[in-house]
């Protein structure tokens, strides 16, 4: 009797430490890209590549059609699929022009430029006088901060990227993606 409840306290134990050590993975399922002017700017290309059933990842190459750009912003937001996306936390309209030119005073603008950093050209400030390039950014990129740093339940959800440039709506860009 003695041994099963020794055998048990340690199972318990054991599925604590487990439990404990279990951390979440991002999948990237897909990717849109949209240009609302296309007078103003195109995508040369915007695609989710998957090498292998683990291992996924997105680029894309916007063509700017008229620079240089002075005035830039991007409203960020967070949808979780219950019933259809929905609004999930997080809608955030952010100046490019100062958050790029501050990121090494700006916590947040800091943790996004070491994000980014090495994927693409997007990490300057105005003016914005050439194509931007995101580079083969992969979901072991993105795992770390949004299951370490920003806990987040398990679900899918889609990131809807709005870039305004002189406050039009120039391109919508949308990644969706599962965390398990």
Request: with cysteine; hydrophobic share 40%; proline share 3%.
């Amino acid at each position: 009797m003695m041994c099963l409840k020794l055998k048990l306290v340690i199972h318990c134990w054991l599925t604590m430490y487990l439990i404990r050590e279990a951390f979440s993975l991002v999948e990237f399922k897909n990717i849109k890209c949209e240009s609302t002017d296309k007078e103003f700017c195109t995508f040369d290309y915007c695609h989710l590549k998957s090498v292998n059933r683990t291992y996924k990842y997105f680029s894309l190459r916007v063509k700017l059609l008229k620079v240089p750009i002075t005035k830039a912003k991007v409203n960020g937001a967070l949808y979780q699929r219950l019933n259809g996306y929905k609004p999930f936390m997080y809608n955030v309209t952010v100046d490019a022009c100062k958050f790029f030119k501050n990121q090494k005073s700006n916590p947040v603008a800091s943790y996004f430029y070491d994000f980014f950093k090495g994927f693409s050209n997007i990490n300057h400030s105005c003016p914005f006088n050439h194509d931007l390039v995101l580079d083969k950014l992969t979901a072991e990129s993105v795992n770390h901060r949004l299951t370490n740093i920003l806990p987040f339940p398990k679900g899918e959800y889609m990131v809807n990227m709005n870039w305004i440039a002189y406050d039009i709506i120039r391109a919508v860009f949308k990644i969706y993606f599962i965390l398990s």
